[in-house]
């Protein structure tokens, strides 16, 4: 009970420095949670693109339906196949006539569908799509198979580099978190020095002492979580809408996911950084207590 009497009468003696603390730490995990969030939304885009990518397996002429349909089933069996769907002549056809309909008059004056069979191949990833296009170029009844290797090489790449920007952020952000606490800590404790001496005339063990610096940390570290946690969904919400300005057909993630996604993640970094400048406060304020005795000792 004296430690948290102590430390609320703490905060309250310097109104301004806890403020402004407050709201610095606040403003870290606010922009942490949004670069969180904005990356788990462009992970989330990535991934969708790259759902889009097939592998089209063009079939040998004079294939008759039944041995289409084994062929097809036969790929759907494959681990690494999400989907695959059978692609007729005249679907062809019908799909190109939809996709350039400027040029409707040069189809309608063919004679002959020039368009091959085909399966579109969709893979569970596209880290499977080369050898999975191996696999199919060995399967009986396919004369070719191709696929936009440019542009999975392009999305492979992309989703790495979200990833490592993700870590490297909350990796840069703890940093941020540490330095900050310890900042903090030191501050406190020297503007505590004199003060030690007289708790220690109240009464005030020697451990009660060397926790007033944590528990000042964490009653910082609470008010900035509230904080964040308040300002947080907009920022969530602003960034779930640029992303899904820029790519309107994509389906969005829920705002909870990345709310809930941000919130636990960032919380916990920080609080394992204010644990560790709680130690580091703590060892510092007993050096310091154990410099003042040596110090009085000596004066004596």
């Known amino acids: 009970m004296f430690i948290i009497e102590q430390t609320l009468r ?15 730490i606040a403003l870290l995990m606010v922009a942490s949670g949004g670069i969180y969030a904005m990356s788990e939304d462009v992970r989330h885009t990535v991934s969708q693109i790259q759902s889009t990518h097939a592998i089209n397996a063009y079939l040998l002429k004079g294939l008759d339906q039944t041995s289409i349909d084994t062929l097809l089933q036969q790929i759907q069996q ?15 056809l019908k799909s190109l006539q939809e996709q350039y309909p400027q040029f409707s008059s040069v189809f309608s004056d063919l004679t002959k569908n020039p368009i ?15 050898s999975l296009a191996a696999e199919l170029r060995s399967l ?64 005030a063990s020697n451990a009660q002492v060397l ?9 910082v570290w609470a008010c900035a979580s509230v904080l964040f946690l308040i300002v947080l969904p907009s920022v969530v919400r602003s960034a779930s809408s640029r992303i899904t300005a820029s790519f309107g057909w994509i389906t969005p993630q829920p705002t909870g996911v990345l709310y ?19 130690l580091a406060a703590t060892l510092l304020a007993y050096h310091i207590d154990e410099e003042q005795r040596r110090e009085e000792m000596l004066l004596e």
Request: aromatic share 6%; with cysteine.
């Open 10 to 24: 703490d905060l309250a003696r310097h109104p301004l420095r806890s403020i402004l603390v407050t709201v610095l």
């Open 78 to 92: 494959d681990a690494a196949v999400a989907r695959a769907e059978y692609v007729s002549p005249s679907d062809g």
């Open 116 to 130: 091959p069979p085909l399966i579109k191949v969709y893979p569970v990833t596209v880290q499977d799509i080369s």
């Open 140 to 203: 009986a009844g396919i004369q070719t198979v191709e696929y936009d290797e440019a542009s999975v090489q392009g999305m492979a790449a992309a989703g790495v580099f979200v990833r490592n920007l993700l870590l490297s952020v909350m990796v840069l952000a703890g940093l941020l978190f540490v330095a900050g606490f310890c900042l903090m800590a030191f501050g406190i404790i020297n503007s505590k020095r004199k003060e030690t001496t007289v708790l220690g005339i109240a009464g």
């Open 211 to 219: 926790l007033l610096t944590p528990a000042h940390l964490v009653a």
């Open 260 to 278: 809930a996604g941000a919130a636990s993640v960032v919380l916990f970094v920080s609080l394992v950084c204010l644990v560790l400048a709680c």
